[in-house]
């Protein structure tokens, strides 16, 4: 590092709190939790000089130094088990996948190390694998994949993902701070999307893991949902809203464990769902959830569960054939039409 | 050290036990921990301060030689042409450039048969025009078109052609080693006698894939030319903090093939190189690895500023050691051409890439309802159209 | 193989049908196709002298030999790799997981190479991958595991559980027919179980991917389910009937693409349904087997869709545990006893 | 040859860039492409046909000989138990023997510091047992017992304990590798000078885990050894079909890191051998491999019948070069114990195998509902309980 780079380049420490777009509040997040705790640190491929393929961990070498900003070899396998090693001797590991594509050559490790040591001999991992996910980017078959649904049988995995900034900064410390192994995905489409630019507290905060938001009160029907999906089901409720129909949008946030109370306690009070989800419709988290609304507020459904998803195939690079393959406002506005009429 | 040796036989011959340690299913080797690194074709110096130039030890013949220069300005002028297009934006996702390494993808794909097999990274679009993929594939493919060879499914070149002996990559790094093995045991099934090449880079063979695919491929004793592309970087990462090797050659040594370092700027050498290999591996030698020393001029991306890199480091190499202008030179100089020769040469490179781009500008973006068909045989599985809500 | 071993061993070639287990039935199919067509070859690991770590390839390479009956290094990568390279040529690879769990290191090319050759640019991979999945047998974390829910939501790979030795040979000669990758999982516990000892047909025949089998007809409640759970189903349906309840069984036999028409059919029937399977119950493909019917048949519905699996852990060793762990009898008997009540 | 050499820095120490070509990052090494590997403690053919012993060059004190004979007898003595509890049925699941290859885990884990880490292949049990566990543990998991270590939840050595430097491994043969590379990260953050040994197969090499996790230990200069235990066969398959190299050490070469071969029924060459790289890598010299060339003389676990082995080769190991007979005739021909003095040693190892294994069989098995603990921490999330259907 001490040598002359092609552009001298030193990012600076980030603002605590103030104006922020969501990459700059996950930023801001990994930044203070090293801060605050010398046991974090980051792992990843490209994460420290270049300060990783999207910036998320920008500057974090130059403040803390390399030997907690670990550059590694392209080798996902030995970043989880880097991670999950340093997590049995008490270190917190944060550690980056360049894609949420790449997690599939981790996925050995995370599913069988990481998940299961504390179920098999009480040896809790604390560590956090992040990385970009998502499609609607134009990024093709191996740069767009939502991986959720990978993750979702194996017992022992958090999984959480933000759409806002605000959550962003506050899940990224939750997830540092657990004291189990936590996923938290990305949607690259929202790093730095201004219309998710919001003014964060100054104060430091963390937004619990395992509870949803509603990010809209309606009372006709809930869309439930997560990530960049969340906007689409916010355009899609303002235009039903014009209808005379009130949407509420059950934001996730934590994918596993599932918040229940909060899905069904929606479902309860609209008596009509829809499930949004940008992964594939068939196997994706639109399924169980579903599924739960299906066995657990059975009673209070007027109308069938919509899932409004993906179609089934890999993610296409052009696009028409993406937008094709994606869900669209349009699609929710048709399925809550359905609904509204049933 | 210079050529490699025939390794011995893969299986035991016997297995006798007796009253001595049975140290069964050891092959005889002449010496053991003996690495097989041939570094005939490796960098030198320059003479003098004297410009590079290649070398001059080639069974190429002077039309072959015009062939080599003509693919690789095709591959210099392709890629300015796709840097134009991104600039206009026409181009929907990323440009990756091969600029400064291009010799290395031409020269060793020029080495194989019509009917070997090359499973290029994404900087070895040499090795594709190479194999025979056109230009205008490449065009449409970038800017995401209909008569793209994926019908716009999928990047750069990501994809493949089968008959011409191209198999693209998937973007996840080291696992087309794999894959290629299983080219090469189809074929050894269907007793052809086919080779192909895997290129990887430095930063690839970090991958547990590489390391599943290089060591089956050496038990097996299969034909697979692994080409690795020292380049200085993975990204931004440097070499240095992918392996603790010196040279990538030296990984040959866990799965017991041999080895070659060449210089990955002098096309002659590169074609040199991986003739041999081929030669070898068609003769049931086995597999072999290949570093290429090279260097890659442009980031990672289009998008890549390049700040990890050493200041000068990047002008030092386009003005020392550019392929291009290197082999130039040697035509040049050994008088196998003339300037005019090989400005003709461009002239027509430049001809068939006017016209190339403007057939894949001129194809349509592709319907929207393509993206539901072909994820399985649609004759058995129907595709995969967006469902009517609540049809029934 | 030249040499003298231990035992002197040559595993006769199989019966043409005739009395079978179900290890013996998929060994069967197997040797046939590669009778067959000379583009069959079997690799995977120990599968040559040694037959298989359950000797469902015992015998084949005396008789095809080791081009044909591939025995690899530790390398599920290259495993799963060279099945699909072989295919791109037009060969057609058996390969099998030692233990299913073994997928796990295979994952990354079966989801991003296998799954979506044909989509990119049109080339099919025609190959089976196969293996010992399932619990219940004590054999603990790691060599238990149910992994389709894995899969489910990566379209390009078909998914097949036999339950039956008859379906056992016909679903593993339409998967290595089947110009698609097929992932082929047999549970362990069923390959030598006397229960599923049949008389096979000496005919070629083969069971269609695609296509799920009624077990067991009725009227009052449909358990969906698949593989070893079919014969849990089976035996709560028996207890059942003498409390006068009529259950149909639906034997899944496909997972991926999921037989929608004859779920749908055996639900619009019965108006009640439980989704039976033996992974855990969170993420698993009861989700998208209760959404489908939530989504589809809700009118139909004259109760929840109920979920009756294994809890959210990985699987115990010890008896006591892994029986708390799997779903039993029992617990049928009280979700169809609720049902009907409802 | 001999000893290893110390590899020099890690990193480049300058880069600069002038109009040579700048060949950075690259360490400086005394030649290129040589390899490091030490068979000063190799096996050696036994002169004149006397019956093999163990090297006399130690530093080991008498006493600690003493431990060295008292850990052999008792892992291959717990084993024996173990096939008894399994031909009672009281063993739950299969077990795993390391008959004929005891020394290799027992001397190289006696070789490291109290605060040292191993994490053992399944034939690995003398390595737990040397780092502290008790038998009694053992025979309860074995069991699947509420006593033992994972309270019933996982088999035979699949459990750990942090405080004694045993981190158990999983099935998943390779993944340990890339999991000490954690711990010794871990320890490097925390200062403290923490060696981890981590054992793998001959087949286990194979993985991609092991190459992601050895080349990364590499590069970061991690105090990792790694011992490859070369003995003859993974499950079915012999070392042939699993890799071309004759010696699992040669695979060193693609790390740029020193390796030893031993033989690994010397239990004193093990824990030589297993000393100096200890040494070594905390001197910050960075991973070391280890081959220890044994053999398995029962099949991969109690069911298989071995109908792969070669006559007459298991018979051979047994009576030609079992590492118990081999210390032991070492211990009395070097005279540093009498007959009597070893006899009584097993007769105690004996007795403690009887008390721990009354221990274990009066654990109760574990209750049932404790399998929905412990996924996560349980205050945060709660347990995972059967649910109740319909209860609302
Ligand atoms: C398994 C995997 N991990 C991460 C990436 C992201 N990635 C794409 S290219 C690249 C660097 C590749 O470097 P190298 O192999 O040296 O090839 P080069 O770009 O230099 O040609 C990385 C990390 C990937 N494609 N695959
Ligand atoms: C990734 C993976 N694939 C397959 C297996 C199944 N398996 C268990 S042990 C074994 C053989 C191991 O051989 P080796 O590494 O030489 O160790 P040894 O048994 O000889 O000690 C195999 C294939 C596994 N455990 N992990
Ligand atoms: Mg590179
Ligand atoms: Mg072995």
Known sequence: MATATKKEHKSARPERGGQATLVEAIRQGIWEEMERDPTVFVIGEDVGLYGGAFKVTDGLIDQFGKERVIDTPISEAAIVGAACGAGLMGMRAVAEFQFIDFISAGFDLLTNYAAKCRYRWGANIPAVFRGPCGSGVRSGPFHSLNAESFFLNTAGLKIVEPATAYDAKGLIKAAIRDPDPVLYFEHKKLYRLPRLREELPADDYIVEIGKARIAREGRDLSIITFGAMVLTALDAAEELEKEGLDVEVIDLRTLAPLDKASILASVKKTNRAIVLHEASRTGGIGGEIAATIAEEAFEWLDAPVLRVASIDTPVPYSPPLEDYYLPQTKDVLEAARKLAAY | ?392
Request: some cysteine; charged content about 25%; overall charge positive.
């Open chain 2, 1 to 392: 050290m210079d050529q490699p040796n025939k390794p011995a036989a893969n299986e035991s011959k016997q297995r006798s036990v007796g009253d001595k340690n049975p140290r069964r299913r050891h092959r005889p080797r002449p010496a053991p921990f003996q690495m097989r690194v041939s570094t005939k074709f490796a960098p030198r110096r320059s003479a003098d301060g004297k410009p590079l130039g290649c070398t001059t030890e080639t069974s190429l013949k002077p039309e072959q030689m015009l062939d080599l220069f003509r693919y690789l300005k095709l591959t210099r002028l392709v890629e300015e042409r796709l840097v134009n297009l991104y600039r206009q934006t026409k181009v929907v996702g990323g440009v990756f450039r091969s600029l400064g390494q291009e010799a290395t993808a031409v020269g060793s794909a020029y080495a194989l048969a019509p009917q070997d097999f090359v499973t290029p990274l994404i900087r070895d679009l040499g090795a594709v025009l190479v194999k025979g993929i056109r230009p205008r594939e490449i065009f449409a493919q970038y800017m995401a078109k209909a008569w793209g060879p994926s019908g716009g499914r999928d990047l750069n070149i990501h994809f493949g052609d089968i008959g011409k002996g191209f198999i693209g990559p998937i973007s996840h790094l080291g696992d087309m080693i794999p894959v290629m093995t299983g080219v090469l045991l189809a074929a050894r099934m269907q007793k052809k006698r086919t080779v192909a090449i895997a290129y990887i880079g430095d930063g690839g063979m970090s991958t547990g894939a590489f390391h599943e695919g290089l060591n089956f491929a050496a038990v097996q004793r299969l034909p697979l030319i692994v080409i690795a592309e020292y380049n200085h970087y993975a990204y931004s990462t440097p070499t240095n903090l992918q392996t603790s090797v010196r040279d990538l050659a030296e990984k040959a040594a866990s799965y017991n093939i041999p080895a070659h370092i060449v210089d990955g700027n002098d096309v002659i050498a590169c074609y040199e190189v991986t003739k041999r290999a081929a030669d070898f591996a068609r003769r049931s030698g086995g597999a072999v690895l290949i570093e290429a020393k090279t260097y890659r001029r442009k980031g990672h991306a289009e998008h890549d500023d390049q700040r990890y890199v050493p200041t000068g480091e990047i002008e030092w190499w386009e003005k020392n050691n550019d392929p291009v202008d290197r082999f130039e030179r040697h035509l040049l100089e050994q008088k196998i051409a003339s300037k005019d020769r090989l400005d003709e040469i461009t002239a027509a490179v430049l001809r068939e890439i006017e016209e190339d781009c403007a057939w894949a500008e001129s194809s349509p973006m592709p319907d929207p309802e393509q993206a539901a068909y072909g994820v399985f045989d649609n004759t058995i599985v129907p595709p995969a159209l967006r469902p009517e809500f609540l049809k029934n």
